[in-house]
C-alpha cells in the first residue's frame, strides 16, 4: 500500500493568511530594557515583510522617555493609522514594546482586534493571522472586557461607600456659634456684627432672628 499524503487543513489556512498581501506598519521602541536598538528592529521587521510579501506602509518609532509618564509620538502615531485602517497589520519586535501597563497592553490587542488589524510579534513567534495568534487576541478580547468590569466595580464601590460618609453642601453650623450668635441678638446687636462676631453668614444669623421673635412680638 502506497502511503498518501496526509493534508493538514490547518496548516494550509496557516500558510494560506501567512503569504496573502498586507499592508504593515512597523512600530520599534528602544528602551534600556531591550538589547535590540530601534535600527535593530526595524530591520530585522522589514527582513520579514519582505520575506512574506507584505508591504511596508509606515513605520514609527519611539526613543526612550526622560519622564515616566512622557507622551509617545510614535505609539500614538500608529494607532491613529489602525484607527484610520490604512494597515492590514502591525510588526513588533516584541509584545512589551506598546502600552506602560497590562491595562495599555490589553486595550491595544482589544483595539487591533475590533478595526480587524492582525499583529505579528517577533520575540514571541505570534502571527495572529494563524489559528493560535486568532486565539491570543480572542484571549485580550476577554481580558479587556474583564478588566472594564472590575474598574467599573471599584468606581460603584467607591461611590456607594462615599455616600455613606460625605455630606453635600455647607457644613452645620456648631453650636457653640449658634449660642454665641444668640446672645449677640438678645443684647440687642446687629445682623452683619452678629455674623462677624460669630464666624457665621448674616442670613444664619437671620434666620436665628426670626427665630427669637416671639409671636406677640411679631404681631
Sequence with gaps: MVNQPIFCCQNYISW??????????????????????????IEHLKGVAAAHGWTIRSVFTDRPATVKKERRPGEVALIDAIRGGSVDKVLLWSIDRVGRSLVDLV??????????????????????????????????????????????????????????????GRPPISAARVEKAKQELSSGKGVRQVARLAGISPASVSRMKNSLVSPAEAM
Design 16 to 41: 494560506y493568511h501567512c503569504s496573502m498581501s498586507y499592508n504593515v506598519a512597523i512600530y520599534a521602541r528602544q528602551s534600556h530594557d531591550c538589547t535590540a536598538s530601534a535600527e535593530d528592529q
Design 107 to 168: 486595550g491595544f490587542m482589544e483595539r487591533c482586534r475590533a478595526s480587524g488589524v492582525g499583529l505579528y510579534l517577533h520575540e514571541q513567534g505570534v502571527d495572529t493571522s494563524t489559528s493560535n495568534g486568532t486565539a491570543l487576541l480572542d484571549v485580550a478580547g476577554m481580558l479587556a472586557f474583564h478588566l472594564r468590569q472590575m474598574r467599573r466595580d471599584r468606581i460603584l464601590r467607591g461611590q456607594a461607600a462615599v455616600k455613606g460618609i460625605v455630606r453635600f
